[in-house]
């Protein structure tokens, strides 16, 4: 079965330094999105992203967050400068279409960890 | 009052028993309902979706919406221990929003052989 894969599985930063987590969503999928779980709590929306736009954004995704198509199967997230309420878990998920209700199918998740 | 709310548990049962997984929410806009489960370590896989009230099957499982409570039900029927794992509700369809999903804690479900 189809799934998306990120990479790395786990990431350690130290404060201040920029980080990149990399997305491979689900070949025929239109729609990319990132969520974040920080330990303990529950799954929260970032961003969607279609047609190289942002759809969506929720307002922890501030300044210091970006999202990027680089090529035709990549998806990633770069946090600029990286805060110790970054570290959480990041989830990327892709849909085959956008709008309410369209089943959002996730990947295992980057652990990232601020020092 | 949290826009959605699940006992996280932990909720512990033997092998065979149902199981019944519960979420309330708060925004009256919430159209679309999904079950995910979560295995340790590994990011949230798609179990049930529903549109609206009503019950939907799946082999074992069975996911129920009442809007008019505002309450989201995942019923496991013949647990198994593979069974075992955290479940997460999910909703979207909240007004102006159209790609957010809206999730619950989990709750940490354990089937003991």
């Known amino acids: 079965e189809p799934e998306v894969t990120q990479t790395p599985s786990h990431q350690v930063t130290q404060m201040g330094q920029e980080v990149i987590l990399r997305c491979v969503p689900i070949s025929n999928h239109l729609y990319f999105y990132w969520y974040r779980q920080i330990l303990g709590q529950k799954v929260e929306f970032l961003v969607s992203?279609?047609?190289?736009?942002?759809?969506?954004k929720s307002e922890i995704f501030d300044d210091q967050f970006s999202v990027e198509r680089p090529d035709g199967s990549n998806f990633t997230l770069k946090i600029r400068s990286t805060k110790l309420e970054d570290s959480a878990m990041y989830f990327c998920a892709s849909s085959l279409e956008g709008g309410a209700g369209q089943p959002q199918h996730f990947g295992d998740g980057t652990r990232l960890s601020i020092l | 009052q949290k826009e959605v709310e699940q006992d996280p548990g932990p909720l512990s049962v033997p092998e065979g028993a149902i199981v019944s997984l519960n979420c309330t929410y708060s925004?009256?806009?919430?159209?679309?309902f999904m079950w995910y489960r979560q295995y340790s370590r590994k990011g949230p896989e798609l179990l049930m979706y529903?549109?609206?009230?009503g019950n939907k099957e799946d082999g074992r499982f069975t996911a129920q919406v009442d809007k008019s409570s505002k309450y989201i039900s995942l019923f496991i029927r013949d647990s198994q221990p593979s069974d075992s794992a955290t479940y997460l509700c999910?909703?979207?369809?909240?007004?102006?929003?159209?790609?957010?999903?809206?999730f619950g804690k989990g709750t940490l479900l354990t089937v003991n052989p």
């Open positions: 925004n009256s806009a919430f159209q679309y």
């Open positions: 992203f279609y047609n190289n736009e942002i759809s969506e």
């Open positions: 999910a909703m979207s369809g909240s007004g102006g929003s159209n790609y957010k999903l809206t």
């Open positions: 529903t549109y609206s009230s």
